[in-house]
């Protein structure tokens, strides 16, 4: 196992692959625990992440990051290609399973916990043992299977009503779904909390039987990489610092539609960018 850095206290915990994204102008790093890792720290928070990658990537600014690594032959490897009909998602290589026992104990006590599965590695079981903390969930890669061929297409999710009750928080977009209204209803009725994001539309939230739409502001948009899961960050540590779902997703949306002007990791908010959307719904 490779521990990068000493093991200190953490505020948030990020649980999920670092991904290696295909792209026209070459790999980059991606993968929810990467841009949710980076807002999280942006926000002034301690920031630690377990993880299984094939250290074939640099890690750039999440080197500044304490990292707990299975190491794994390949990062789990994806390609996105956009077309008229919807997204063709492809994925070439899966890294090793993440479980329990790679926390070290000194971190299960972190504030907020986020379990950001990409391509099913993340054991559904560990909500059992994370109980004292702000537990959010993005669970795309619960909801996503691959073909021999790799393409990946939606799987049905057995533990979805186990690790719905029992999560503080669920982030997911209407596009995991499959735009299917009858399951965002089912995913909503089984959450304490669920956000369901629907690209420049904003957000949904649901919560205590009501749901309000929050629309971003108009940016000039430039690429969306990364964008539901700078919102999740940024919802589950204003939803841990307020206990107020609604102004947290007012927060998180101003932040998402922040990151949507710049490409790629350089969409992280600034501190001038954080402070501006805090000051704006306050």
């Not at 070290?104 to 109980?131: D, K, N, T, Y």
Request: contains cysteine.
């Amino acid at each position: 196992m490779y521990r990068q850095m000493s093991i200190e206290p953490i505020d948030y915990l990020m649980i999920g692959h670092i991904t290696r994204d295909e792209t026209p102008e070459g790999p980059r790093l991606g993968g929810t625990s990467t841009f949710s890792s980076l807002m999280a720290k942006a926000l002034g928070l301690r920031v630690g992440l377990v993880t299984s990658w094939g250290t074939d990537l640099p890690l750039g600014p999440l080197s500044e990051i304490p990292i707990i690594n299975l190491p794994a032959e390949h990062s789990t490897t994806f390609e996105n290609i956009t077309t008229p009909e919807g997204r063709i998602q492809t994925i070439f290589h899966v890294a090793n399973s993440i479980d329990l026992n790679l926390i070290p104990e000194q971190w299960l006590s972190a504030s907020i916990v986020h379990l950001g599965p990409v391509a099913q590695e993340v054991e559904p079981a560990m909500v059992r043992h994370l109980s004292n903390s702000l537990i959010g969930t993005t669970p795309q890669g619960w909801l996503r299977t691959w073909d021999d061929d790799g393409q990946v297409v939606p799987t049905e999710w057995p533990e979805a009503s186990f690790v719905l009750s029992n999560v503080g928080a669920t982030v997911i977009s209407s596009e995991d779904l499959g735009f299917d209204e009858s399951r965002i209803e089912e995913m909503a009725i089984a959450s304490r909390v669920l956000a369901v994001t629907d690209s420049s539309d904003g957000v949904r939230l649901y919560w205590n039987g009501d749901v309000r739409r929050f629309r971003p502001p108009t940016v000039n948009e430039l690429d969306t990489t990364g964008a539901g899961d700078i919102f999740a960050a940024a919802f589950f540590y204003r939803l841990y610092t307020t206990r107020d779902p609604w102004e947290a997703a007012r927060f998180a949306v101003q932040l998402a539609a922040v990151s949507v002007t710049r490409e790629g990791l350089d969409g992280i908010p600034t501190q001038d960018e954080i402070q501006e959307c805090m000051t704006e719904v306050l």
